[in-house]
């Protein structure tokens, strides 16, 4: 297992699209493994591939108490969304800020998991939020996107400040 070092806002492979995920070996499950580590770690509750440089359509998240209920979604499709909900977001490539976003308060979706297997889940509050932002990730979108251009850049200035000072 290996702790991976995440990109950070405004690196611009955080802006690619991310490939579809067309072969399950054991090197995509180390991959799959090495994202969880480096999520539980960072602490986060989400993880998507294009976060650690990696253009896979391959996201992780857990977002329980126990830190015991790992998901993988790989090529993932939102198949129906509804409602809204309002709450303030985090991401681990855009370090110390934190949003208010809308997004839909339940969606379904259909995946694949680490074996290549398709599934189809429903999902509501923070697993609900969590799966459309690491979702984002994949279309290569951030939740700055969702502030205003004053906002973006207040935070993209901060940050490229902080990554200068700290050489
Ligand atoms: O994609 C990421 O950077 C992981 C995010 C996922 C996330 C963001 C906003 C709302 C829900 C999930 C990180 O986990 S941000 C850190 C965090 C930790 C605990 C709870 C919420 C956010
Ligand atoms: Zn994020």
Same mark, same amino acid.
């Given at each position: 297992m290996a702790k991976l070092p995440i990109l950070r806002y405004p690196d611009p492979r955080l802006r690619r699209r991310a490939e579809p995920?067309?072969?399950?070996?054991d090197?995509?499950?180390q991959l799959i493994d090495d994202m969880?580590?480096?999520?539980?770690?960072?602490?986060?509750?989400? +993880?998507a591939a294009p976060q650690v440089d990696v253009q896979l359509r391959l996201l992780v998240v857990d977002v329980s108490e126990q830190?015991?209920?790992p998901l993988v979604?790989?090529?993932p499709q939102l198949l129906e969304s509804s409602g809204q909900e309002l709450n303030d977001e985090g991401c681990l490539s855009v370090p110390g800020f934190y949003e208010p976003v809308q997004r839909a308060a339940q969606i379904r979706f259909c995946a694949m998991d680490r074996n290549g297997e398709p599934f189809e889940q429903e999902a509501?509050?923070? +697993?609900a939020v969590c799966i459309q932002h690491e979702m984002?990730? +994949?279309?290569?979108?951030?939740?700055?996107?969702? +502030?205003?251009?004053?906002?973006?850049?207040?935070i993209r200035k901060k940050l490229e400040k902080l990554r200068r000072r700290a050489g």
């Amino acid at each position: 297992m290996a702790k991976l070092p995440i990109l950070r806002y405004p690196d611009p492979r955080l802006r690619r699209r991310a490939e579809p995920v067309t072969v399950f070996d054991d090197r995509l499950r180390q991959l799959i493994d090495d994202m969880f580590q480096t999520m539980y770690e960072a602490p986060g509750i989400g +993880l998507a591939a294009p976060q650690v440089d990696v253009q896979l359509r391959l996201l992780v998240v857990d977002v329980s108490e126990q830190r015991d209920q790992p998901l993988v979604l790989i090529n993932p499709q939102l198949l129906e969304s509804s409602g809204q909900e309002l709450n303030d977001e985090g991401c681990l490539s855009v370090p110390g800020f934190y949003e208010p976003v809308q997004r839909a308060a339940q969606i379904r979706f259909c995946a694949m998991d680490r074996n290549g297997e398709p599934f189809e889940q429903e999902a509501e509050g923070l +697993l609900a939020v969590c799966i459309q932002h690491e979702m984002d990730h +994949l279309e290569g979108k951030l939740f700055v996107d969702y +502030l205003s251009e004053m906002k973006r850049q207040r935070i993209r200035k901060k940050l490229e400040k902080l990554r200068r000072r700290a050489g």
